[in-house]
């Protein structure tokens, strides 16, 4: 994440590394011999899952070859599934929050992609990567976070090779949303400067990207994030476990807040494919 407040709250996430590892070793597998496909049902902590990311890399265009960066990776999961759907692609987990860089090196290390997946910590609105060093960048759920948009944007479009792409999800602000609304997610779970579809498609001319796709994934995300909420409620003990008392109900209080707004239809959500002109 990319913003210096969304540290404290990706710190309490109650998906995280060692949560991860305790469901995969409660399942009874080796944990001297994990290979990704034990961490997979797990580790996919984005809106739709492991189906979500092979859309957006489908979308994306993403191939073998590729140099790819995952813009705030989290604990890694979409590269890692991806490095195995794509062998000869190399990937970059780039994420602000020092705990889920070091939750996803770990991780790589123990199913044995630490050669595949590089993991950089680091701010998304001044990335450390050579201008044109990039085929692909990908993101999910994260933009939310970023105060300012349009420099996450231009550092993609910098760090592309002409005709690269930059694919990803991100929430969308419905006509109906209230400044009391975007104040309580702010304060709450850190979401800022939400944008409109109109609002991204300004930013995406002025940093020199071209709109090739936009899906509208509103209605899809209300079953998902329902569902996410339900999971979340009964992760209550395993958050306690490893990140100890109050940690969940104060992530849930904030959670449900966001929840209940993408049920009503004033937040919704987008995935959107860019090339760099």
Known sequence: MNNPSSNALYDRHPINADQILNTVRDAGKDMERLIPADLRPHDQDHYGGEAAVLALAEAAGLKDGDRVVDICAGVGG?????????PTARFIAFDLNGGRCRGARRLNAMVGLQDRISVVQGDAQSMPFA?????????????????????????????LRKGGTLGFTDLIAGPELTEQDRAAIEDGMEMRTI?????????????????????????????????????????????QATLGDGVHER???AYETFVGLVQSGRLGGGRFILTKD
């Open 195 to 239: 944008q409109t579809v109109s609002g991204y498609g300004a930013m995406f001319d002025a940093a020199g990207l071209s709109l090739v796709r936009h899906d509208d994934l509103s209605a899809a995300w209300v079953g998902i994030l329902t569902e996410r909420l339900e999971m979340y409620r009964a992760m209550s003990a395993s958050t």
């Open 131 to 159: 201008n044109g060093s990039l085929d692909l960048a990908l993101s999910q759920e994260a933009f939310l976070h970023i105060p300012d948009k349009f420099a996450v944007l231009a550092e993609a479009a910098r760090a």
């Open 78 to 86: 979409p590269s890692r599934l991806l490095a195995e759907r794509y």
């Open 251 to 253: 992530y849930m209080d």
